[in-house]
């Protein structure tokens, strides 16, 4: 099974957080790690590139900060430039079919926060059904998120650890069941 992970950071030498993930994932054997903010610094996606490594591939990460409750802009541009009509949708469009689909999402706010009584009301796997619902148009299996709170606060050593948690976890991913 050979994994790819598509970092979607707008600066990744700024970043610590998804810097560490994507560092770590990426020593593993089968997995590919692709920035694609890096890969296009003007913003202009080449989309044959872009299809072929998803074609490439059997389980497919989206990595990315939580940006006012959505993805950085780059992810939903490369989204509609790549989903196209008889490739990944469609009677004909059946690339993705049984591929895996996997978001892996860090966000500042707490997880007490994405609560009904908390500040933002909504979980996250509610707030990324735009995700899935576009997962369930292309026919990839949607994996349950992953997901990392407050990380602002993560110590060095909290990270680390974490970094190797979603080594684990992205080798071993786990249906979503829509249940919050
Ligand atoms: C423009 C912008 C918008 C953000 N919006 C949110 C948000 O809506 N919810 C949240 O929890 N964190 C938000 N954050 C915090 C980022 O998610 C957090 O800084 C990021 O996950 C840290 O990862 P990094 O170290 O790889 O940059 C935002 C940060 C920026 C710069």
Do not use: C, M
């Amino acid at each position: 099974l050979k994994t790819i992970v598509f970092v979607f950071h707008p600066d990744i030498t700024i970043s610590r957080v998804n810097k560490a993930l994507a560092k770590e994932i990426g020593k593993q054997e089968n997995v590919t790690v692709h920035y694609v903010y890096e890969a296009y610094p003007n913003e202009k996606i080449d989309v044959r590139a872009e299809q072929n490594l998803l074609e490439a591939h059997d389980r497919i990460i989206l990595q990315f900060p939580l940006y006012w409750y959505s993805s950085p802009p780059l992810l939903k541009k490369w989204l509609d430039e790549i989903l196209t009509h008889g490739w990944a949708y469609g009677s004909k469009g059946k690339k993705l079919h049984k591929k895996e689909l996997l978001l892996a999402v860090t966000a500042g706010d707490s997880k007490e926060s994405f609560t009904p009584n908390g500040s933002v009301k909504f979980s996250l796997n509610e707030l990324l059904r735009p995700f899935q619902a576009t997962s369930n148009i292309i026919g990839t299996s949607y994996l349950e998120p992953f997901t990392l709170y407050k990380v602002g606060h993560l110590t060095d050593e909290e990270l680390s650890e974490t970094a190797k948690q979603y080594v684990t976890y992205a080798l071993n991913p786990k249906l979503e069941k829509l249940a919050d």
